[in-house]
């Protein structure tokens, strides 16, 4: 296995387009992670799902966004009429496993979103 | 909510140790993990306290206080390569899920 995985690593799109990312988490991992990050700021929670659950909606999300992880593995995160406030690192963390805490998420190496 | 202070930069010189300190508000708490993110990169995961007390590991060191409310993070023999952002993360309860600080940029200088 060689790690979390995001696709596409960068993603330039004009205001008003949807955009849909792709997180394939490490295999065994039944917790994943949606965050947002902007340049110095710490990553902003956006959502969680344990196995295909979601179990956590951050407050902060509008409705444009939506997650999906249909069959508890792979997760897509989409965002609909993009803005130019959406342009971010877009960051998916998997954690857990069969007995195993939720004490270390490791991260894919994002997604950058441009909105022009 | 939660909420999680950190200070926003720190500098030390290469040899030295420094301390980066979190103090957090939440319902729910269930631990403390501390990351390290360098420039362009990801979130690297450094450690996790469920407990008080200091676990230690190699150069780093993390310390949580739950009557306090507080943790810090202890980075000895500093590096060059130690530059770079470090998070407090809360782990909540139930869905155990993890919410970050706002980073510390720790600078390293000759």
């Known amino acids: 296995d060689t790690g979390v995985s995001q696709n596409p690593r960068h993603k330039i799109t004009k205001r008003g387009q949807n955009v849909t990312f792709r997180c394939d988490p490490i295999s065994e991992h039944n917790r994943l992670y949606w965050y947002r990050q902007t340049l110095g700021q710490g990553p902003e929670f956006l959502t969680y799902f344990q196995n295909e659950a979601q179990l956590e909606k951050s407050r902060l999300l509008s409705d444009r966004f939506s997650a999906e992880r249909p069959k508890g593995s792979f997760s897509t995160l989409e965002i609909q009429r993009t803005e130019q406030g959406d342009s971010a690192m877009y960051l998916c963390?998997?954690?857990?496993?069969?007995?195993?805490?939720?004490?270390?998420?490791?991260f894919g190496q994002g997604t950058r979103l441009t909105v022009v | 909510g939660q909420s999680l202070e950190q200070p926003s930069e720190v500098t030390a010189v290469e040899g030295a140790i420094v301390q980066i300190n979190c103090t957090y508000q939440t319902s729910g708490f269930y631990g403390l993990s501390w990351y390290q993110q360098h420039d362009g990169g990801a979130p690297t995961f450094l450690s996790y306290?469920?407990?008080?007390g200091l676990e230690e590991t190699g150069r780093f060191s993390s310390f949580l206080s739950r009557s306090d409310s507080y943790g810090y993070l202890l980075l000895q023999e500093l590096q060059m390569k130690d530059s770079a952002s470090y998070f407090c993360?809360?782990?909540?309860?139930?869905?155990?899920?993890?919410?970050f600080g706002t980073g510390t940029r720790l600078t390293v200088i000759p």
């Open positions: 993360a809360v782990v909540k309860t139930g869905a155990n899920n993890l919410f």
């Open positions: 306290n469920g407990l008080d």
């Open positions: 963390a998997s954690s857990g496993g069969r007995g195993k805490m939720n004490t270390e998420a490791f």
